[in-house]
């Protein structure tokens, strides 16, 4: 099957910014008296807010507190760590190459609006290199529910779930994608292990954009179509 389309997660994918994130939500829980261990909550990024709280915190907490620390936890993430966020090398060349070659591009984030807009001047992508973007207000649930996929995908018309690829870096994209009824190449540069992201149904693994960047003819996407 020939494709059609790429979707692009953007946080620990095109940029940098797993750490911080984590490091954000640190910060937010321990204002209300919940001291999460930095790896506990670093292997929870990937997910948006609905779906990382009810890790930490009791259905009776998230009914009471949930909207205000999620809102404090934007706050944190855009005030105090926005700044340090970085692309990662080739990030934007990347995007342009998958434009080269005549595919649609997407990106399909959880983050915010506004987080989003700033992301994008972080890589260097204009909005006439993508046919479509979503952010979290565009998906009901988060990853790894495959809201935010499905809405990409609605936004490309005349493009199936099977000529689509997913490029993400955590569990969590691909198993979104999966659910979506699309196959994910995994990034290693998010920080999850290789094992975790095959696990979950990544086709391909590869260090960083840079990495699949230097591969891309021999990759998924330069093959033209991927494996049944």
Not at 114 to 133: C, F, P, S, W, Y
Not at 152 to 177: F, K, N
């Amino acid at each position: 099957m020939l494709i059609k389309a790429v979707l692009f997660d953007v946080d620990g994918t095109l940029v940098d910014s797993v750490d911080v994130h984590a490091q954000a939500w640190v910060d937010a829980f321990k204002e209300i008296g919940h001291d999460i261990s930095f790896d506990e909550m670093r292997n929870q990024i990937g997910k948006g807010g609905d779906q990382l709280m009810p890790v930490f915190l009791s259905p009776e907490e998230l009914e009471q507190k949930g909207k205000a620390l999620e809102k404090r936890r934007g706050d944190i993430f855009r005030e105090g760590y926005l700044p340090q966020v970085r692309a990662f090398p080739e990030a934007a060349e990347l995007l342009k190459r998958v434009n080269k070659a005549g595919l649609r591009t997407a990106l399909a984030s959880s983050a915010k609006d506004e987080e989003l807009a700033a992301l994008k001047r972080i890589i260097g992508v204009e909005d006439d290199q993508l046919d479509a973007e979503t952010s979290s207000s565009d998906a009901e649930r988060s990853k790894p529910f495959p809201d935010i996929f499905e809405a990409a995908l609605a936004r490309l018309p005349g493009v199936s779930p099977d000529e689509t690829i997913v490029i993400g870096d955590t569990p969590y994209d691909a198993e979104a994608a999966g659910k979506a009824g699309i196959r994910t190449i995994g990034l290693l540069c998010g920080g999850f292990p290789e094992k975790a992201l095959r696990d979950a149904g990544c086709i391909a693994i590869y260090r960083d954009p840079a990495h699949l960047l230097a591969e891309y003819e021999a990759s998924p996407l330069g093959a033209g179509g991927m494996p049944d």
